[in-house]
């Protein structure tokens, strides 16, 4: 088979797997993942054009598509059902194994410089966030929040993941001033979503008066959102 022959192959089985990734999306979307996903598997698709000249990017792009293919699998009653080998389309019969297996298929890559490094360092600290390790996935979370601030796609959305992180480990402080700065920026990450983030925050912090003050402004400007009823609940059990 001539060199051509082998790269249009390569490049066939590239899409192929992605593709599916962005089925798995389709079929199982999660709001903790789903713009992360969404924009790793538009990079992903435009190295399967542009990378094949280089053997070891093209490893690493099937590497975070692996990864994020496990982080987006369905979750199976039945042991029987369940694919965890599967590269493309996993099946778990839990939310911690399928967090577990994204964050280790993510894990080597996760220690690697460049674009991809980055990539997959925010992955697998959304990973270990749901595999209920926080104190992990602040740190990668925070570093690739770090590296990718300037990204126009990535950036607020790692920052927004880095927050989850900091109020899973109870560094309120921390987590209501990367709010305030998803508050304060441009307006890539949605501002009912930041003020969500800020809102839960402050609550737990136990600023009340606050976290009153942030609830009651998505549903003054959001009335008819799925935030909106979780704004009303959080300010009937303030009352």
């Known amino acids: 088979m001539d060199r051509s022959k082998r790269h249009q192959l390569k490049h066939d089985e590239f899409v192929d797997g992605t593709m599916r990734v962005v089925q798995q999306l389709v079929d ?15 990079v992903l698709v435009g190295w399967g054009f542009t990378a094949w000249s280089s053997t070891s990017k093209a490893e690493r792009g099937r590497e975070l598509a692996r990864g994020l293919a496990a982080l987006s699998a ?26 577990e297996a994204a964050s280790e298929r993510l894990a080597e890559l996760a220690s ?19 595999a209920g390790q926080p104190e992990a996935a602040a740190e990668l979370l925070g ?3 770090n590296e990718l601030a300037q990204d126009p796609t990535m950036g607020t959305l790692v920052q927004a993941a880095h927050a989850r992180a900091l109020e899973q480990l109870g560094r309120y402080d921390e987590a209501a001033a990367v709010w305030a700065a998803l508050l ?56």
Do not use: F
């Open 28 to 42: 199982n979307p999660r709001p903790i993942i789903i713009g992360v996903a969404a924009i790793v598997v538009v």
């Open 74 to 99: 369905p979750i199976v009653e039945q042991e029987a059902d369940a694919k965890p080998d599967d590269l493309y389309r996993p099946r778990y019969t839990s939310a911690r194994a399928r967090a």
């Open 184 to 239: 304060d920026g441009d307006e890539r990450y949605p501002r009912q979503l930041a003020l969500e983030g800020q809102a839960r925050t402050l609550e737990a912090k136990g600023d009340v008066a606050a976290a009153r003050t942030a609830w009651q402004e998505i549903v003054d400007l959001y009335k008819d959102s799925p935030t909106a009823a979780a704004a009303r609940e959080a300010l009937a059990r303030l009352d």
């Open 143 to 145: 570093r690739a929040s």
């Open 112 to 130: 690697a410089s460049g674009k991809q490094g980055s990539l997959a360092r925010a992955l697998r600290g959304i990973a270990l966030i749901e």
